[in-house]
């Protein structure tokens, strides 16, 4: 059998790679402080941006009235993000883009690298909808229900659900079905590596049998994958899955070890080289994490059973995850546990309600998920302190070098799942 060879034979190898990556974070860094000083060079400043998300808000004001407005958080075309607050009466735009004067002279570059509050006035809304709207529209055209409606544009156009629906999913520790992520990544490449296996077959044997069928399907996979990336505005998970799925088959055709932590190493260096607003993303540091917790299964349990290694992956990945879960969206219900079922059904549900949608029967599947959202609405709040999260961290980094640790971590984790269990019963 053929060893694979490791990505850096030597330590000075990686401290080139580490340099090299520091100098592309100092340049991408200046490039995102010089657009900072030019939106705050002037008191106010003219952006156009798209609306992410558009919710009512009511205040108390100092005279004992209250006061209706509306929240909108808004993409600019230069890539940040940012709040403010129009009229009431302001119609629904979400998924347009708009033109409007911000007030942002006295923001900081952390607040601009994040996300900030601006004043603003709203000059104009563009009419022409882009082809997101129109595949919003198309959705939507499909379905009764608007609670199933929005799930479908989570699941397709990376499209931002109100927060009942967020909670709902939570409790049944779903979330990350409904943002697209590297796991929707993984279930478009297989479907694509064999709708496209066929017609290449019939091809290659009678035109170009001297091409190779993985690297053609890699390259066809590729372009579209990254087409969709672009058409939804590359969510966080989704481009850190997309640039794993391009190293990683780099490294394989060039004969190096892929399911090492390495890897993963190397793809995080150079994503937040080139994008460094993603240090903030909490949807990026969970899908590394997803990954993290496959590959420490995989290496240290590599001598296991393939087929075993195939039903105890997901219900690792859940128990490792369940602790950030708890930590970050304090939210839990006694159908929690059957998510490792629900992602696995995922596989099949998610390009099934894809060709459903293209044969107009896309309200096939809306009774079923009524029913689930149903049953997240019986879900409890449960807090656990930031203690928790810095010990599971720990444990997590140092199970990588020691595998006695992997038990302890796996303990902690169990203990809370059987604490959270408690609580709800």
């Known amino acids: ?8 034979s030597t330590k000075r190898d990686f401290l080139y790679f580490v340099l090299a990556s520091i100098f592309i974070l100092f340049y991408a860094l200046l490039i995102e402080f010089n657009n900072y000083k030019n939106l705050t060079r002037f008191d106010s400043a003219i952006v156009d941006a798209t609306v992410l998300k558009q919710y009512e808000k009511t205040k108390l004001t100092k005279k004992n009235r209250l006061k209706t407005y509306q929240v909108l958080k808004l993409k600019s075309k230069e890539n940040f993000t940012f709040y403010t607050t129009t009229k009431k009466t302001f119609p629904h735009a979400v998924g347009k883009k708009i033109k409007l004067e911000i007030w942002a002279g006295n923001i900081s570059f952390y607040e601009y690298m994040t996300s900030f509050y601006a004043f603003s006035k709203i000059m104009h809304t563009y009419d022409i909808q882009s082809s997101k709207q129109k595949l919003n529209s198309f959705i939507a055209s499909k379905h009764e229900d608007e609670n199933i409606t929005h799930i479908y544009q989570a699941l397709y156009t990376a499209s931002p659900m109100p927060q009942n629906l967020q909670t709902t999913f939570s409790n049944l520790g779903v979330s990350h079905l409904l943002a697209i992520s590297g796991f929707h990544l993984g279930v478009l490449a297989t479907l694509l590596y064999f709708l496209f296996k066929l017609p290449y077959k019939y091809m290659q044997n009678r035109y170009f049998p001297y091409r190779s069928y993985k690297v053609d399907s ?15 505005e590359s969510p966080p998970s989704l481009l850190r899955a997309y640039a794993m799925l391009i190293i990683g088959f780099i ?7 892929i399911i090492s932590m390495l890897t993963l190493v190397l793809t995080i260096f150079l994503l937040l080289s080139f994008f460094p607003r993603l240090v903030f993303s909490l949807g990026f540091w969970l899908s590394v994490s997803g990954v993290f917790y496959i590959f420490l299964f995989l290496i240290h349990f590599k001598k296991l059973n393939k087929i075993w290694q195939f039903i105890l992956v997901p219900v690792w990945v859940y128990i490792m995850m369940l602790p950030l879960s708890l930590i970050i969206f304090e939210n839990f219900s006694i ?12 596989t099949i549900f998610y390009p099934l309600s894809i060709l459903f949608h293209l044969i107009d029967v896309g309200d096939i599947f809306d009774t079923l998920l009524n029913r689930l959202i149903a049953l997240g609405t019986l879900g409890v709040n449960l807090k656990f302190g930031f203690t928790w999260f810095m010990l599971h961290m720990f444990l997590s980094l140092l199970s990588v070098f020691k595998k006695p640790i ?20």
């Not at 890699?218 to 939804?232: A, E, H, K, P, R």
Request: net charge positive; hydrophobic share 60%.
């Open 251 to 257: 490294l394989y055709d060039r004969g190096y070890k």
């Open 1 to 8: 059998m053929i060893q694979k060879v490791q990505l850096f």
């Open 218 to 232: 890699f390259i066809f996979i590729s372009i579209i994958l990254l087409s969709y990336l672009i058409f939804l």
């Open 335 to 346: 159908y929690h546990p059957i998510s490792i079922i629900w992602t696995s059904l995922f």
């Open 406 to 425: 992997i038990w302890i971590l796996l303990i902690n984790s169990f203990f809370i799942f059987i604490y959270s269990i408690y609580q709800i019963t």
